[in-house]
């Protein structure tokens, strides 16, 4: 079970971050007020992602055991994504923080993801899958992007919580 969950899980987290992206933006753009904020929300992004890199490098002895509540952490941001409504005066400070969460942790599950084993051949399947899903999306017009970004953060949060639980199913049997 251990190695479906190394094997699928990071490539759908992967693929899943780059297929959203495009919502994710749409999303962004209209909490940021002008494009001088949105180009800040993607610094903040930025080097919250390089904190995040650097973190995972720094403290590689115990880091797997986060990858389960890094999961849950992108998957709630995107679920709250979803229920924010974009009319309120705070939503910039808001998207700023969300900006600064998702980058740290895109940060950190980029820094495991290429020390995995399967990572060569989840490059591969990356770049197949997500045109695939693209050329997909591009033919549905009547769903909202609020939609995908809520229903990927819940893939995200299910995603983690297994591993969560997996992990802690492993720990019994081994006690046993």
Known sequence: ???????????????????????????????SLTFTLFTWFFAAFSFSAAFGYRLFRAGKKHANMYIPYIYIGMGSVYILVGYINSSFEVLPYIALLFQVILGFLQGYHHAWHIEQNAYR???????????MIMVGLSLVKIISPIFFI???????????MGLKLMTVYLKKDRCN
């Open 121 to 131: 051949l989840h490059a591969i399947n990356h770049y197949l899958l997500v045109g």
């Open 1 to 31: 079970m251990k190695s479906l969950s190394e094997r699928y899980v990071p490539l759908v987290v992967s693929v899943g971050q780059v297929v959203i992206f495009p919502y994710y933006i749409l999303w962004l753009k209209e909490a």
């Open 150 to 160: 809520t229903t990927f953060g819940t893939v995200l949060l299910i995603c983690g």
